[in-house]
């Protein structure tokens, strides 16, 4: 349960959801004759925020060359979990375990030929049987997950990708957990399903943090957005940042965060292929590898306010995320949540957030070998100064004008309206 706690209290939560179907594999017979691929399906997730648990019961993958292809059309190969199998997302979280966060769904053979759309089917919830659910933080009943009518007909997804002849390919859909949950005031869970296509071969970051902190959470961000995020292995400390896009110049930043604790940034962490990993921190110098100022204690305060949909829309998944610029190295962002649909007396449209942030200065280190990273205090002109950035699908993206200080006291009524 402990592992379960660290996972929802995520940023991002990243907490998501991957299907592994397809990877190159033999060739033809050699006699010109063409032969079936194999399509092989797996799933892992992203940390997910506020929950002990993110229950979804697969019931199957199918697969078609047509992106326009309906769900009652001819043509698909379907890859059936039978009998459906309940997945709880949480379990999936961490890619240090032997099976690197990864469930099997089974396989089937594929056609040779080209593919556009993916589709993964969930079960429903019927009567007392909850197919689809939650598990509030800190609690033990399921709340039922709404699956919408185009969730029920299979969570659509395109994307290209070849099979040739006697070949298997393997494709990771990442479901981000956290983005794909919209929380209402009165207790509802809808499910609106945030899929991405991310790299099957494994490469990534890794590193060590100090286990005897609280609720660490390690993230690779890109100019202040998160890339991919996840949790500690609570028995060694350790973290792997996995199925990073990689290539010559990339280059990450890692934020570390703990509750209670300032933030730690690892800057410029390169991930040169497909199949690099790159160590951050050791098993026997984990972070911090001294004492403060890295990842020292730090007293909160919280930023909270109202975000407004214009158009209003009580159903859409808004993110509010805490930025944070450092002197002399990047922006990242510190904390970030999905906000809550208010109360249904309120007019339409309007979610409420509450960020609770370290007002103690983070510390930089820039990314070097041999490790260990040498960290240093930011200076106390960035202390509790975060922006806030707001946004929605369908809308503009919106950011407060200057930094919310939050050094004296919490800060409330930060407020924003969206428009498309």
Known sequence: MNTLKNHSKQLTWLMGLLLTGFIAGCGSDGGGTTQPGTASVSMTDAPACGFEAVNVTVSKVRVHQSESATDTAAGWTDITVNPPRKINLLDLNDPTQPNFALESLGETPLEAGHYTQLRLVLDRNTGQSLANSVVLENTTSEIALVTPSAVQSGIKLIHQFDVGSGQRVDLLLDFDACKSIVKTGNGKYILKPVIKVIPFVLNGIEGFVDK?????????????????????????????????????????????????????????????????????????????????????????????????????????????????????????????????????????????????????????????????IVFTKQPASVAGQYTIQVSATGYVTKSSLAPVDISGGDAPSQDFTLMP
């Open 212 to 372: 005897t902190l609280p609720n660490v959470s390690v993230s690779a961000q890109v100019n202040g957005d998160i890339v991919r995020a996840t949790v500690l292995n609570t028995v060694t400390g350790k973290f792997f940042l996995a199925h990073l896009p990689a290539g010559t110049g990339v280059k990450y930043d890692v934020v570390i965060t703990a509750d209670d604790h300032a933030t730690a940034v690892i800057s410029g962490v390169p991930v040169p292929t497909t199949t690099s990993i790159t160590a951050v921190s050791t098993s026997g110098a984990p972070i911090p590898v001294v004492t403060p100022p890295t990842l020292e204690a730090s007293a909160t305060h919280s930023i909270s306010g109202t975000v407004t949909l214009n158009p209003a829309i009580d159903d859409e998944t808004v993110i509010v995320a805490a930025k944070q610029a450092l002197n002399g190295g990047p922006t990242v962002t510190v904390k970030s949540a999905v906000a809550t649909v208010m109360d249904a007396a309120l007019p339409i449209g309007d979610y409420g957030y509450n960020l609770t942030l370290p007002i103690d200065a983070p510390s930089l280190g820039p990314y070097a070998t041999p490790l260990p």
